[in-house]
């Protein structure tokens, strides 16, 4: 089989992004620059070959995948498997406010405890991992030979490097994750390969437009 090519996008940034405020599940929308972070995808991958565009149906990754469908003339198609993390009780939350609260929490969740699941509904990185690999295989299993977009959520592509690079789900970050970065892996029936990682060339185009008006 053909490998399948996937550009994987994190969705534009949020107000709540901004306050280092928790998203998980509720349906945040972009702010101004996470606008025109999505306007600045788009323009990166005009040109390039498309077949399927698939995203998350949480707004501030569907609003991101919307430049890009306009370039590519592809539809967009919803695939609930891509949504963040869920973090339960710690949503809407800020990072300081979960410190203060939940301390021993807070605490399990900075170690990266595999199985520990926020309280109230959160999710494990253990079944993160599981949902995200299911749901990217699905999806690059229909398209061999071609290139896909997927537009998600920093959990989802964590969850994917991870996969890609053969770290566990309780392995020390050593890579970023911005909004609006386009990342590159192959799909095989043998795994995934990273080809590249957080590439944001495009979005460095505001400073220098900036710095000549």
Do not use: C
């Amino acid at each position: 089989m053909e490998p399948t090519r996937i550009i994987a996008i994190r969705h534009g940034e949020t107000s709540w992004n901004a306050a280092a405020r928790i998203q998980g599940q509720i349906d945040i929308g972009l702010n101004e620059n996470g606008l025109w972070q999505a306007r600045r995808v788009g323009e990166a991958l005009a040109g390039e070959p498309i077949t399927a565009i698939y995203s998350s149906d949480l707004g501030r990754a569907w609003q991101t995948a919307a430049p890009i469908a306009e370039v590519a003339g592809a539809p967009v198609v919803p695939e609930q498997r891509l949504r963040e993390r869920s973090f339960g009780m710690f949503e809407g939350k800020t990072f300081d406010e979960i410190h203060a609260t939940w301390p021993e929490h807070a605490q399990a969740w900075r170690r990266r405890e595999p199985d520990w699941e926020p309280p109230e509904g959160g999710e494990s990185l253990v079944d993160l991992r599981r949902r995200v690999v299911e749901a990217m295989e699905e999806l690059a299993a229909r398209h061999p030979g071609e290139q896909i977009v997927v537009v998600a959520h920093g959990g989802v592509l964590d969850a994917l490097y991870r996969v890609a690079t053969g770290q566990e789900v309780n392995a020390p970050r050593t890579w970023e994750l911005p909004n609006g970065a386009i990342n590159r892996l192959l799909w095989t029936p043998e795994g995934f390969t990273l080809l590249h990682w957080s590439d944001t060339q495009h979005l460095e185009q505001q400073a220098a437009d900036d710095g000549s008006a």
